[in-house]
């Protein structure tokens, strides 16, 4: 089956630039959407089909997508960004269509 | 607007049956999908399965399958999802969400605690 594999902790300064990644084999073909949670809160869709942006969300939230590696980028990091993040991708490569999510990023705003 | 609510918390018995209900509002119910994510405690998010509001069509993820069992009401725009022989590993927090477009989740219900526990 499909792994999408991202680092387990991001940090970063108030103010600064965040930027997430999520690496699997050629997820370049795939399309990744990204999730945010904060604790004790349902997952919040916050980029999907690579880069576009639901209603709602802020404009400092970006994605892109290329080769092996997809990236989440927040630009100007406030403190309620602090939050676990997800990438997710329809994996139908196999008989067995999955819907496949990575492991999560704790981001960390110093 | 969108809403998915879920019902409540519930504690069962290892070898126990769980069925959680997820009533959505807000759109036409047929023309869209629902999954099923479950996040046990401190871990990520992992996909349980998808059924079609439409036409009742499901897929459940390969770990799951002969476990769990996803249906719908839409006489009362209601999502199903039973999950069987229950062990302490099941316990986690479920959620449903809507599937936009077969690919992504864009509304999600606000979670329901399942603890197995003897």
């Known amino acids: 089956s499909y792994v999408l594999t991202q680092p387990p902790s991001v940090s970063v300064a108030p103010g600064q630039t965040a930027r997430i990644t999520c690496g699997g084999n050629?997820?370049?073909?795939?399309?990744v959407h990204w999730y945010q949670q904060k604790p004790g809160q349902a997952p919040v869709l916050v980029v999907y089909?690579?880069?576009d942006r639901p209603s709602g969300i802020p404009e400092r939230f970006s994605g892109s997508n290329s080769g092996n590696t997809a990236t989440l980028t927040i630009s100007r990091v406030e403190a309620g960004d602090e939050a676990d993040y997800y990438c997710?991708?329809?994996?139908?490569?196999?008989?067995?269509?999955?819907?496949?999510f990575g492991g999560g990023t704790k981001l960390t705003v110093l | 607007q969108v809403q998915l609510v879920q019902s409540g918390a519930e504690v069962k018995k290892p070898g126990a049956s769980v069925k959680v209900s997820c009533k959505a509002s807000?759109?036409?119910?047929?023309?869209?999908?629902i999954s099923w994510v479950r996040q046990a405690p401190g871990q990520g998010l992992e996909w349980m399965g998808w059924?079609?509001?439409?036409?009742?069509?499901?897929n459940y993820a390969q770990k799951l399958q002969g476990r769990v069992t996803m249906t719908t009401d839409t006489s009362t725009s209601t999502a199903y999802m039973e999950l069987r022989s229950l062990r302490s590993d099941d316990t986690a927090v479920y959620y449903c969400?809507?599937?936009?477009?077969?690919?992504?989740?864009?509304?999600w219900g606000q979670g329901t605690l399942v603890t197995v526990s003897s």
């Open positions: 969400a809507r599937v936009y477009d077969r690919f992504y989740f864009d509304y």
């Open positions: 050629n997820i370049g073909s795939k399309s």
């Open positions: 807000g759109y036409t119910f047929t023309s869209y999908g």
């Open positions: 089909d690579d880069s």
């Open positions: 997710q991708v329809w994996d139908s490569s196999s008989d067995h269509r999955n819907w496949v």
């Open positions: 059924i079609s509001a439409y036409n009742g069509n499901t």
